[in-house]
């Protein structure tokens, strides 16, 4: 069984009589990206390679800034100076990442605290940030003790915006980590300088997150299926295309980046209410939305929160998202209704 998740409004601007798809990519942000735009005869005809050229260039500037100003990865970064900055100390920041900053923490407020910018040091603790990897010789996981050492240090210490003046407050130690919006960010980010160039017609994607507009030079919407932890089949689910026609998609999962201990997975998502890496039996969670960063936000918030309450705050929010639960060897799955309403089989 085959379904497709289509999108709630199409437009009726088809793609340029005549058009082809040119290819862009590269790498960013320890992945690789890529772009497919339906472009017009002219725009591949006589000068096409300077305009290729122009449009790899300016999409890769895109990711590079987004680098430049939030990679936690980056000692020269904004986001690394920040993190380094003296307690109690106020800092301008570029306007896209005051941007991203302020929407991560309002997921986080909204959230109660589930996905949270501001516990970058228990993502370290855990091994999953830029130095002390947990696939690295000599690593060791923290015991109880650390974690709640780390959760105490924590405790009380706020970043606080101040929104007419595009600035955050440093209260000391605090480590941001922005790597569950800025990817999704960026992805968004490529579409608005594709759109400014005059390209409609598109697919962009940053590490396995994607947007699309528009349509393929024949007639059809960017068609993509949905990842998943297991092959259809075996998860017993089926599969989903997506038709990202205005929409883009993020999966948040247990399965890509995470050690085992002691026979128990432990995922690079920290809960950090606990400290912990989660560990509520999701295999994933999918959320289709108009807005890349807000996918990869809300992807990563309900998978900290699990099937239950994440599922009901996406109805609250009228997200639609897709859960994907481990039951034995198989895959039980949970949909938002907003996700069944865009729904069809075929």
């Not at 050229?53 to 020269?76: C, F, I, K, T, Y």
């Not at 106020?90 to 991203?100: K, M, T």
């Not at 010789?137 to 606080?160: H, I, L, N, S, Y």
């Not at 699309?212 to 024949?218: I, L, T």
Request: glycine share 10%; hydrophobic share 45%.
């Amino acid at each position: 069984m085959r379904r497709v998740l289509l999108p709630p409004t199409i437009s009726a601007e088809p793609a340029p009589a005549g058009a082809g798809i040119v290819d862009f990519g590269g790498a960013s942000m320890g992945t690789t990206w890529s772009a497919r735009v339906a472009l017009a005869p002219g725009a591949m005809a006589a000068g096409a390679p300077l305009r290729a050229a122009s449009l790899q260039a300016g999409l890769q500037e895109q990711l590079d800034r987004v680098v430049a100003q939030m990679s936690h990865w980056e000692p020269a970064s904004d986001l690394g100076r920040f993190n380094r900055a003296g307690a109690c100390t106020w800092h301008a920041l570029p306007a896209d990442f005051f941007e991203v900053l302020h929407y991560a923490l309002e997921v986080a407020r909204e959230t109660g605290g589930a996905c949270d910018p501001c516990a970058g040091v228990l993502v370290n603790l855990w091994g999953f940030g830029p130095t002390g990897r947990h696939d690295e010789a000599g690593f060791v996981a923290p015991a109880a003790r650390d974690v709640a050492t780390v959760r105490a240090g924590m405790a009380g210490r706020v970043v606080a915006l101040d929104i007419p003046r595009r600035r955050a407050f440093q209260p000391g130690g605090v480590q941001l980590d922005l790597s569950a919006v800025a990817k999704g960010f960026s992805v968004d980010k490529l579409a608005q300088y594709l759109e400014g160039q005059g390209c409609r017609h598109y697919l962009v994607e940053v590490g396995g997150e994607l947007r699309g507009a528009g349509f393929k030079p024949d007639g059809q919407p960017w068609w993509v299926a949905l990842e998943e932890p297991l092959a259809p089949a075996a998860a017993g689910t089926g599969e989903i295309a997506v038709a990202l026609h205005g929409l883009a998609v993020a999966t948040s999962g247990d399965y890509r980046k995470y050690f085992m201990q002691d026979a128990t997975r432990r995922p690079h998502t920290i809960d950090p209410r606990s400290g912990m890496p989660v560990a509520n039996a999701l295999a994933s969670v999918t959320v289709v939305h108009e807005r890349a960063m807000a996918a990869d936000a809300w992807s990563t918030a309900l998978t900290v929160l699990g099937p239950e309450q994440g599922l009901a705050l996406a109805e609250r929010k009228r997200l639609a998202a897709r859960f994907l639960r481990r039951e034995g060897n198989g895959l039980r799955e949970i949909l938002s209704s907003r996700f069944q309403k865009m729904l069809e089989e075929e």
